[in-house]
């Protein structure tokens, strides 16, 4: 998925860098280069397409149409997944086993989520840096928000906690300790940094938002500790039970929570947008560095121009995103039945399997980047998406949620919570002197490991237990 940190404006990939010396910005402007901001994780995925069939077609409109077609479904590295999106159709349809339409679903969504990002920068190059910044801001992560919404409509409350969760995990600790481990390795002789105050914002944001998952945890047990006991006149035991025992309070501060989350990502957005200005430079840099951000093979006017029209782009888009939503109702429909067949738990489906294949072109993306010694670009993919995730995409589930009267709350339960904290933290320490190598980034990929072992150990409850007790609670209600 597209990232708000590495693409969409000037302004924007300048800041990411550390707000750009005036050299480096008058470069940008005189010289039609590539440059950081023109650099996308989708873009490795890309391969160029042959287009000398196609212009011998007389008719105007049908060149157009083929022209589209071939840049939307052949111009990936990942169109030989695209036919798991009709297999995983007529695999439900035919009444086929769940665990076949499951693993269909997980293989089409790879290429479709990188198409979304695609389509989100061509559109991005019609409607101007400022408009593309905030539509990868909102769509960067569409896969992950689409499955949570669903499985919201399903009252599957714990596979939308545990996707959510597991993307962030991913994020911190699979991709970014990947990327810094084989770059690591990959740039033995080279001295590797990166702009430290990149991630020290994306770090102070996520413990914003691990703040606003541990307070209604923490409140539940404070208001179940605080639940006392008394014997009435016939001397039988009675509980008092608190104003939080049916979760209100919890509810109540979740929301308040999401609503702080949002705005502070919004402050995000602008900070990000429009201070570029007022951002200090950055200490300098090596030329050999500075040049090597600029070196790739890619000509100067595939990266300037959009391939496909604006109108066409939006079409695909729509397309694109009901396709991700058909596959994706189908995957939380199937995730028990999976789960039961391959003999694993539900909790590490969700936190392990989903993300890594649902995000797996923007994984690759980030660990390239890393092999060419382009960290900063890295860390806006691994703590962008993250960020992304823990400050838009929860808070924006849960007031759907109860948009749709449905009650989900931000306790996501103490293991899940404990695991969340401890990688924002092993992260943040990680990148604080702004340098890497790869023992970094295999102390990353081990924490990562030691997550999954523990998930993929853990007896999490039933899915469908779930969602008859949280029926039974709402009909009580």
């Not at 979760?247 to 947008?273: C, E, P, T, W």
């Not at 404990?418 to 081990?446: E, H, P, R, W």
Request: net charge negative; aromatic share 8%.
């Amino acid at each position: 998925m597209s990232l708000i940190s590495t693409e969409s404006s000037p302004s924007l990939s300048l800041i990411e860098n550390g707000g750009g010396s005036e050299r480096r910005t008058a470069e940008l402007s005189r010289s039609n280069r590539r440059t950081v901001q023109n650099l996308s994780a989708t873009s490795l995925m890309r391969k160029r397409s042959d287009l000398k069939l196609i212009s011998r077609v007389r008719w105007e409109f049908m060149k157009r149409m083929l022209t589209n077609l071939q840049e939307v479904l052949l111009g990936t590295k990942l169109f030989l997944l695209f036919p798991a999106v009709p297999l995983a159709v007529v695999a439900h349809r035919y009444g086929y086993p769940r665990a076949w339409v499951f693993a269909l679903s997980l293989l089409g969504l790879i290429p479709l989520a990188e198409r979304i990002s695609f389509l989100t920068e061509q559109i991005a190059f019609h409607t101007g840096p400022t408009v593309g910044g905030l539509m990868n801001a909102t769509c960067g992560n569409a896969t992950e928000m689409i499955i949570a919404i669903l499985a919201v409509g399903q009252r599957k409350m714990r596979i939308v906690k545990l996707s959510l969760l597991g993307s962030i995990l991913s994020n911190l600790l699979l991709v970014l300790g990947t990327s810094l481990f084989f770059g690591g390795l990959s740039n033995l002789r080279k001295h590797q940094s990166f702009d430290r105050r990149q991630g020290e914002m994306n770090c102070i944001l996520l413990f914003l938002a691990l703040l606003c998952h541990t307070l209604p945890m923490m409140l539940r047990f404070a208001t179940e500790a605080a639940g006392g006991t008394a014997t009435n006149a016939t001397n039988v035991l009675v509980v008092h039970p608190t104003r939080s025992e049916d979760g209100s309070d919890v509810l109540v501060l979740s929301r308040a929570s999401s609503f702080l989350m949002l705005f502070a990502y919004l402050a995000f957005l602008i900070f990000h947008l429009f201070s570029s200005r007022i951002t200090p430079p950055p200490p300098p840099q090596r030329e050999e560095e500075e040049d090597d951000v600029y070196d790739d093979n890619v000509s100067d006017k595939e990266e300037e121009e959009a391939v496909i029209g604006m109108w066409s782009a939006i079409l695909w888009l729509i397309t694109m995103t009901l396709l991700v939503a058909l596959l994706s109702d189908y995957l939380v429909s199937t995730i028990q039945d999976a789960a039961d067949s391959w003999g694993l738990s539900v909790a590490f489906i969700g936190i392990i399997l989903l993300p890594i294949v649902g995000n797996a072109a923007e994984h690759a993306g980030a660990v390239i980047f890393a092999f060419r010694n382009k960290l900063d670009i890295t860390l806006g993919i691994a703590l962008g998406s993250a960020t992304q995730i823990a400050l838009f995409v929860v808070p924006v589930t849960v007031l759907v949620a109860w948009a749709m009267g449905i009650e989900m709350d931000l306790n996501f339960n103490l293991l899940e919570t404990a695991c969340l904290a401890l990688s924002i933290l092993v992260t943040s320490f990680t990148l604080q002197d702004g340098t890497s190598n790869y023992m970094k980034g295999l102390v990353l990929l081990l924490c990562y490991i030691v997550i999954a072992v523990c998930f993929f150990v853990c007896n999490s409850p039933s899915v469908a237990a779930e969602t008859i007790t949280t029926y039974h609670t709402l009909t009580e209600r």
